[in-house]
């Protein structure tokens, strides 16, 4: 079986990270697995770029240049919504034509069309589509952020400029969707459940088949190590507590980084003795902006894209907070845990089925930073950090393990090729 997984990015963003640790996966369970990306980043042979990289350029500043307009030349949603109105036809390449299944996932950003979705399906190529988000499931929002309309039909947008219209872009794009699923089947594969619930209320994809698989993580690379080694090799300090906080972008809104600021500053109201002993390290982009916010001691480490460094981060941490507001099934909750770290967050997407509540850390109220401050204040002052560190272990070698990941994938695979065979 020859199955080619497509995304934007080789590397950049958790959509690519999850692509690649499937295509290994794969490839470890005896399946013939290539991923094709418009951004090539590393010289790895089972990676293939789409080439025309000035065209796929400009598809990209023309997709944000009509959202550009359709915002009324705002910025404040520029990147929260995209169109797919141009892109790249990767039907053409022969990394598709020798393909017997095409899995895409996270397409965005000017590198495949709708037309070309449309024609992807028109090749007659069963396909899997792995949903990072819910973008495949409205018209053009990745989050929902409360909005219900994709349960009947996207419109009045609250993204856009005065909530939009009746016939705004949102409809527009939801009614060209609409006509090529209407005429194409695919499997969608959520990486949660909660992400699945939401797919299967959207109007979209009635009739489409809906179901969830968790990302996979390899656990040879992402494994607990001595904590002081660890702080050693990122050069944190290594006495006392650490919290982790990781963001590709510190600053975004969605990751809830003012709800961690409150918490800690209750924090170290109720556990005074915390303050003389407790730093955060964060790890992303812009945390220089929000470090002198923070009533602890704050170790900006920037954005790092080196697996090793990143793995050290995580094992010099004693509790990893992620804040989301929004928010799928986070990798970032996962590489947390395969480190034997325990991890609090908020009761959001799916973050409660990878967070155990007091098992392998703290599942905290939806923007609650109260219940938030109490969650970090249990693991690093009332609980067995011990044994919160063996579940979370178990949890990773039950759940996420590249093997049951793989199979499951691999059984997707086998009942879209026999179903395209029978409908031959």
Not at 106 to 125: C, D, H, R, V, Y
Not at 177 to 185: E, F, P, Y
Not at 349 to 378: F, T
Request: hydrophobic letters at 40%; charged letters at 20%; one cysteine or more.
């Amino acid at each position: 079986m020859r199955v080619l997984i497509v995304n934007t990015s080789e590397k950049a963003g958790g959509a690519a990270v999850a692509a690649n640790r499937l295509m290994e996966a794969l490839i470890n369970n005896g399946v013939k697995a290539k991923m094709l990306v418009r951004d090539k980043q590393t010289d790895s042979l089972t990676v293939v770029s789409a080439g025309n990289g000035w065209r796929q350029r400009w598809h990209f500043l023309w997709e944000r240049w009509r959202i550009f307009m359709a915002m009324h030349f705002s910025r404040k949603h520029l990147f929260d919504v995209d169109i797919a109105n141009v892109g790249t036809d990767i039907t053409t390449l022969p990394e598709f034509k020798e393909a017997d299944v095409i899995h895409l996932h996270w397409i965005n950003q000017g590198f495949l069309s709708l037309s070309i979705i449309q024609k992807i399906l028109q090749s007659g190529k069963p396909v899997v589509w792995t949903m990072h988000d819910l973008w495949p499931a409205t018209a053009i929002c990745h989050y929902a952020r409360g909005c219900q309309r994709y349960k009947e039909r996207c419109h009045h947008c609250p993204l856009l400029p005065g909530g939009g219209s009746g016939n705004d872009l949102a409809a527009r794009v939801w009614n060209r969707k609409s006509s090529i699923l209407r005429v194409g089947h695919i499997s969608f594969v959520a990486c949660s459940r909660w992400l699945e619930g939401e797919a299967k209320r959207s109007a979209l994809l009635k009739g489409q088949h809906v179901s969830s698989i968790p990302n996979a993580i390899d656990t040879r690379v992402f494994h607990p190590m001595d904590k002081t080694e660890a702080r050693r090799k990122v050069g944190l300090p290594e006495e006392g507590n650490m919290i982790l906080f990781v963001s590709q972008r510190v600053t975004d809104e969605r990751k809830g980084i003012r709800y961690l600021v409150e918490a800690v500053s209750k924090l170290v109201e109720r556990y005074p003795s915390l303050k003389e002993t407790t730093s955060i390290a964060i790890l992303g982009g812009h945390a220089e902006e929000v470090a002198e916010e923070l009533s602890l001691p704050v170790h900006a480490l920037g954005y790092v894209s080196d697996e090793q460094t990143i793995v050290s981060v995580y094992n010099a941490a004693n509790v990893f907070v992620t804040p989301s507001l929004e928010d799928n099934l986070p990798n970032t909750i996962m590489e947390s845990l395969a480190c034997g770290v325990p991890c609090v967050g908020f009761a959001v997407g799916g973050i409660p089925e990878m967070i155990d509540h007091q098992k392998n850390g703290y599942v905290a109220s939806l923007r609650n930073s109260d219940d938030l401050a109490d969650g970090i204040g249990w693991v690093l002052s009332q609980a067995d950090a011990s044994l919160l560190s063996q579940n979370a272990l178990r949890k990773v070698s039950r759940h996420y393990s590249q093997s049951s990941v793989a199979l499951r994938y691999v059984e997707i695979y086998h009942q879209v090729l026999a179903q395209k065979q029978f409908n031959i």
